[in-house]
């Protein structure tokens, strides 16, 4: 199939699989005769993998040792997959404390703005920021 195919039928940009080619994320299977790249259903599955990843919130490199354990599974042991997702579960629990945080900073500086039509001289959001709290 055509890259065209391709994006059709998992859902991907042609762009964003051109990236993932240059960044070694997936390879085509062959080049016609026009050399266009020819994709294989594997290469379909392979793109529909790394789309499940990129939704899990998996980074390129992460992504890249994932595709090796998938690629050659006798060589792998599934803690090195595990390892992967409990650091990727580690890394997002922190975002979430972090994202937390400043929602209830907003709350806070929300809260204790009139939101009138006043002068933003007296605007207590703004001289809240301005002075660091």
């Known amino acids: 199939m055509k890259i065209s195919d391709l994006a059709e039928r998992s859902g991907i940009s042609a762009h964003t699989l051109r990236y993932y080619e240059k960044s070694g994320l997936l390879k085509a299977s062959s ?20 789309q ?24 792998h042991v599934c803690a090195e997959a595990k390892s992967i997702t409990a650091n ?4 997002i629990a922190q975002h979430i404390e972090r994202l937390k945080l400043m929602q209830n900073t907003l709350k806070k500086l929300a809260q204790y703005c009139c939101g009138g039509q006043e002068s933003a001289e007296y605007c207590s959001i703004i001289t809240a920021l301005e002075e660091g709290k």
């Open 52 to 75: 499940h990843c990129k939704n899990c919130g998996f980074t390129l490199a992460e992504i890249t040792a994932l595709l090796a354990i998938k690629h050659d599974k006798s060589q």
């Open 31 to 50: 080049r016609g005769a026009n050399n266009y790249r020819v994709y294989s259903e594997d290469d379909l599955n392979t793109a529909k993998f790394i």
């Open 88 to 91: 990727k579960l580690d890394e």
